[in-house]
């Protein structure tokens, strides 16, 4: 992996690149990675928003007014929400976060402390060689000396077209929200089917918006296959880390974006405390920590 420095409006970012795919990812905006580009196919995977320059934001700041798009990831929080006595803001603290970076090896290494709930964060992004493949080496770490219940979601914002396919090999979902969603009177469905309609299917930019927990999930798998049939984006993880996915598609409904988000999650419900009374919360005791790889694969479609 070739490794070069570069900045976008000011923020300092950094290029990880094989023959075959390219990827940007800024230290200072919590390892958000901004760019996923597969050079064979001249094809950008990830959805950014237009109307906002790329930036960095304080600790506090809203997440929704505020969304460029990319690959976040959100630690140890999704709503605002007070959990084991700390306060936390709107989408968690990692996204807010300064990292420092390490540069070694053909690997770029993110690191933190997240300053309330003082989780430790590493990242460690690599390409496979000749391979539109991005390997993600994780350590998440308790420095506190308490129990720390938290989500850790990936959250990977999607270029999209009518007829592309979001696969999952979930058995069972729910809407997020009822009261946003198309569909009404439904609870728990058997995925994809609702409302003799394919939810899995990417609709026009028709002013709706999905949002689907997805569980019950044999293989740990996520995927974007394009109408075409010739692209493929994928995360592939640890089912034991990620034991739920979430699945939020704006197709106009929300200001106006146009994208869809693969989120594998430690959690389900939204709500940390919510999950934590379920047995559905990640936790780590004082000291405890995971280590967990994340692989993406951004390229010509595996499953023809």
Known sequence: MIVSKSRINSVEVLIGENDHIRFVIAPSAGGKILSVYNKILQKEFLWSNRNLLFDTYQPGADYDTNFWGGIDELIPNDISETIDGNEYPDHGELWTTRLEYDLSDDKISVIGKLKLSELYYKKTVSLKAHS??????????????ATRHFMWKLHAALAIEHGDKMISGALKAKLVYPELSKYKDFDEFHWPEIDNS??????PNN???DFFYLYDIPQPKMQLIGINGNHQFSYTYDKKVFPFQWYFASYGKFLNHYTAILEPSTNMPVSVNEAKMIGQSAVLEPGQEINTLVTIYAGENKNI
């Open 132 to 145: 539109p493949e991005i390997v993600l080496e994780y350590t998440i770490r308790n420095e506190s000396i």
């Open 198 to 203: 394919d939810a899995s299917i990417i609709p």
């Open 207 to 209: 002013n709706t918006l």
